[in-house]
């Protein structure tokens, strides 16, 4: 009997198909099948996280130059990160610099990012009330401030606490902050009844 497996559950069995392994492969060797196996794991996840932080056309630019600057700067990778880790590193930083190229980068201190800083006027709450809960929920999403926007996604792409410090090169203590004020703005809005 031969039980033909979908390609994700193939790696669980083949180690050498780990996407650190790949990336370590495609460092190395610049063989093209490395490169292709990395945008088949990460691909998605990547643009996921791209459109929740821009828009969709900016989010498919930057996606485009991230795997440029993979191919460019594979040389540098050297194994002491995880793969995903780097690759969303590259990804990240690829769209802080399109966003300020194109004017649209807005820093906030932390003190700037509280519930507060995002006030949902009578019309806002009309409108969420008539949507369906997850279409409420990414309209909630998108209304959170840039920081605190990027740690909750990247927590539910899998990101440790340490993993998303890390990324975004802050501690961790402030990534905490940041993904308890998103959760408090969320639990706060989603429970709104009108």
Not at 16 to 39: C, E, G, M, S
Not at 61 to 67: C, E, G, S
Not at 110 to 121: A, F, G, Q
Request: with cysteine; charged share 20%.
């Amino acid at each position: 009997m031969n039980l033909k497996l979908p390609s994700k559950i193939k790696g669980w069995f083949n180690a050498n198909d780990h996407p650190d392994n790949l990336l370590t492969k495609f460092a190395t060797t610049k063989q093209q099948k490395y490169l292709i196996a990395l945008v088949g794991y990460f691909n998605q996840t990547l643009f996921h996280y791209l459109l929740s932080q821009s828009n969709k056309v900016m989010a498919e630019d930057v996606l485009q130059t991230t795997w440029l600057k993979v191919i460019n700067k594979n040389h540098q990778y050297n194994g002491g990160t995880s793969a995903k880790c780097w690759l969303f590193t590259i990804a990240r930083n690829a769209l802080i610099d399109e966003l300020r190229k194109q004017q649209k980068w807005q820093y906030q201190e932390l003190e700037d990012c509280h519930i507060k800083s995002v006030p949902l006027t009578e019309q806002v709450i009309a409108e969420l009330a008539n949507e369906q809960q997850l279409t409420q929920f990414n309209f909630l999403i998108q209304r959170l401030p840039f920081h605190q926007r990027e740690a909750f996604i990247f927590q539910q792409e899998g990101f440790s606490l340490k993993e998303i410090a890390s990324l975004t090169n802050e501690n961790q203590e402030t990534i905490k902050s940041r993904l308890r004020y998103s959760k408090q703005y969320l639990r706060a809005h989603l429970e709104i009844k009108t």
